[in-house]
Nanobody, 121 residues
Framework: QVQLVESGGGLVQPGGSLRLSCAASGSIFSINAMGWYRQAPGKQRELVAHITSGGSPNYADSVKGRFTISRDNAKNTVYLQMNSLKPEDTAVYYC???????????????WGKGTLVTVSL
């Protein structure tokens, strides 16, 4: 079994910063790609940032230059540093990890439960 625990969401003023974390635990052999998605009220879930097993990141155009994704393989953790936050960044943020478990031997997508980020005065 695998568990994902997200943390770091909250209320922040426009222009502020937050750092999200997503830690995986359980019967993990390895983790391939890691990513962050978000879903705003009334909108579809969208990819925010993605990082490969080799550490290559890519970003949605709307967050380029403001958000940074990183990973700590030793801790099975992915981070999202969010700077210069805007009201339109308000959403529930979900981590998504492609995890190879000891039992399965191949990758499978796991999702966090989501953490709410609210950008408002």
């Amino acid at each position: 079994q695998v568990q994902l625990v997200e943390s770091g969401g909250g209320l922040v003023q426009p222009g502020g910063s937050l750092r999200l974390s997503c830690a995986a635990s359980g019967s993990i052999f390895s983790i391939n790609a890691m990513g962050w998605y978000r879903q705003a009220p009334g909108k579809q879930r969208e990819l925010v940032a993605h990082i490969t097993s080799g550490g290559s990141p890519n970003y949605a155009d709307s967050v380029k230059g403001r958000f940074t994704i990183s990973r700590d393989n030793a801790k099975n953790t992915v981070y999202l540093q969010m700077n210069s936050l805007k009201p339109e960044d308000t959403a529930v943020y979900y981590c998504n990890l492609d995890i190879v478990t000891l039992e399965r031997g191949y990758g499978m997508d796991y999702w966090g439960k989501g953490t709410l980020v609210t950008v408002s005065l």
